[in-house]
């Protein structure tokens, strides 16, 4: 699986430890690749456009709080990226949502606690009971016709 990263510069330790912790993936790195400061847009951006492009199958991204980053990405059309805090939340993103990006915040998750919420989300599937399918055919419908 290929998975693509991206982060801000609160980010960008927990990345780098994540990314060490990803080593049975194939990980892309959209950056940033330091610490100073930088505005999240650019790097969230290029991240949801490499999903978008099929570049990478699962997008990760970061920011201080993951709430920045995760309104970036979901501006790009296709992209449904889910800001995750739990166990829990991490499943429902794939199981109800197919998200294809996962946001995080750095401030308060670790990278272990990170990655654990990515392996539950790989290894959960998308429900495709209609309930489900119906909602994120709606989506995909109002970003081409703003109808819904």
């Known amino acids: 699986m290929k998975i693509g990263i991206a982060n801000d510069h609160r980010a960008y330790d927990t990345k780098e430890k994540l990314k060490k ?4 993936y194939d990980v892309f790195d959209y950056g940033c690749f330091s610490n100073e400061m ?15 492009n099929k570049e990478v199958d699962l997008g990760i991204v970061m920011c201080g709080t993951g709430i920045g980053v ?4 979901n501006k790009v059309k296709t992209i449904r990226c ?11 993103a794939k199981e109800h949502n197919n998200a294809n990006i996962l946001a995080f915040g750095a401030q308060s998750h670790d990278a272990i606690e990170i990655k654990k919420m990515i392996e539950i ?28």
């Open 21 to 24: 912790l990803l080593e049975d």
């Open 38 to 52: 930088v505005d999240y847009p650019k790097y969230a951006f290029k991240l949801a456009e490499a999903v978008k």
């Open 70 to 73: 995760s309104i970036a990405c």
């Open 82 to 92: 889910a800001k995750i805090d739990n166990l829990e939340e991490a499943k429902s």
């Open 121 to 148: 989300f790989i290894n959960s599937t998308f429900n495709t009971e209609p309930r489900y399918k119906i909602r994120i055919d709606q989506v995909e419908k109002y970003e081409e016709t703003n109808e819904y």
